[in-house]
């Protein structure tokens, strides 16, 4: 075993998300909404360590302390030596969606991401190079990616918002 419990409890969630990225739809991710704690990193994880067998997966988990940089989420893709932020924002969508396999960009705490990293979530899913899945706590202002560009962008996207004493429900799905 490699130290992680397996998850339980969370198959319709799993299938659902997997729809959502997989789905033959315009739906460009998945936003899975509720309260610190109740497993919305964790469920996102296992979704995408099973869709990592046909996607090319890149995690970000986005902090408050990355937040005060631009790009801070997306650092590791992000070249030094460039000054122009358009300039910066297309290397890391490039670097990104390098590869030959479809790309899944999975945000954890979304709300955490500076003005950059979002407008490079926007470009993903608006240009439809990436499919995304995102966490936000439900107790923090979003921003406009999280989901409003999810919708606008096709109509179609998954929402699964957490209830701490019964788990994971769709609310809304274009």
Do not use: N, Y
């Amino acid at each position: 075993m490699d130290g992680v419990w397996p998850l339980t409890g969370r198959d319709e969630e799993l299938r659902r998300i997997w729809a959502a990225i997989e789905g033959s739809g315009d739906g460009s991710g998945v936003l899975v909404a509720g309260g610190a704690g109740v497993g919305k990193s964790r469920l996102a994880s296992a979704a995408v360590a099973v869709l990592a067998k046909r996607h090319a997966v890149r995690w970000v988990t986005a902090t408050a302390s990355a937040r005060t940089l631009p790009l801070g989420a997306f650092a590791q893709w992000a070249p030094i030596s460039q000054a122009d932020p358009m300039m910066v924002i297309h290397t890391v969508i490039k670097a990104l969606t390098a590869g030959d396999k479809p790309v899944v960009v999975a945000v954890d705490d979304v709300h955490l991401l500076d003005d950059l990293s979002v407008v490079v979530i926007q470009q993903l899913v608006q240009r439809g190079l990436a499919k995304v899945v995102l966490t936000l706590r439900s107790t923090e202002p979003a921003p406009d990616t999280a989901w409003g560009l999810l919708m606008r962008k096709s109509g179609a996207g998954l929402r699964l918002a957490a209830d701490p004493g019964v788990g994971f429900s769709s609310c809304c799905r274009g």
